[in-house]
């Protein structure tokens, strides 16, 4: 089945620099990738996806990328903020009828 | 839009005590559901999921069984709680049988004392 892999566990960035998280997933035929944010306490809230026919696709200062060849996707996050500190989620998933599974986690926390 | 609810936030069971957690969906037809459990505050696991009523794959063994008596209702049971069962368990669906993103219920922070 599936395995979802991300890194780094953690990461501590300087506010205003960027951040990226990686995963790689095990099976070509997923493809539908999303990226979660899960503040303390609360639940998972999806941020941005990507579908296995684009390559990059931005909203204001998250990006993410999908290399399918390489079997990896990435989470861009430029000019952080404190309020980006959270556990960030990346998932993959083939689609109709089939389960999202989750990589680990990242915690990111943005020091001002 | 999409919904999922789930109850209740926060329960607190001693060990041996059975469990039932429900989650319902609206605003959709033919999701996937899922069970997952996220203990000390990190990772997702995915416990179980389905596709349809009467439906349900288990991906790990466990002490714990899910239902899904109907297409919006999903349900998590165990008839004898283990301390290890102490987790924040999060039910989620995605419409389109799995083909779009996946919503969270507010999550249930069980606590086996």
């Known amino acids: 089945g599936e395995n979802v892999e991300q890194h780094p566990s953690t990461l501590s960035v300087q506010e205003g620099d960027s951040a990226v998280i990686k995963c790689t997933y095990s099976d070509s035929a997923s493809n539908y990738f999303p990226w979660y944010k899960q503040e303390l306490g609360k639940r998972p809230q999806l941020i941005i996806d990507i579908r296995s026919n684009v390559g990059e696709k931005k909203d204001q200062r998250i990006a993410v990328t999908l290399n399918k060849t390489a079997k990896h996707f990435s989470l861009h996050i430029t000019e952080t903020q404190p309020e980006d500190s959270a556990v960030y989620f990346c998932a993959a998933s083939k689609g109709y009828g089939n389960k999202l599974v989750f990589g680990a986690g990242t915690i990111l926390r943005v020091k001002s | ?113």
Request: proline residues 5%; contains cysteine; glycine residues 10%.
């Open chain 2, 1 to 113: 839009s999409q919904t999922i609810h789930q109850w209740p936030a926060t329960l607190v069971q001693p060990v041996g005590s059975p469990l039932s957690l429900e989650c319902t969906v609206e605003g959709t037809s033919n999701p996937n559901l899922y069970w997952y459990r996220q203990a000390a505050g990190r990772g997702l696991q995915l416990l179980f999921y389905s596709v349809g009523i009467g439906q349900i794959s288990s991906e790990v063994p466990q002490n714990l069984s899910a239902s899904r008596p109907q297409d919006r209702q999903f349900i998590l049971s165990s008839k004898k709680l283990l301390l290890s069962d102490s987790g924040f368990y999060l039910c989620a669906g995605s419409r389109d049988r799995g083909r779009t993103e996946a919503f969270f219920g507010q999550g249930t922070r069980l606590t086996v004392v």
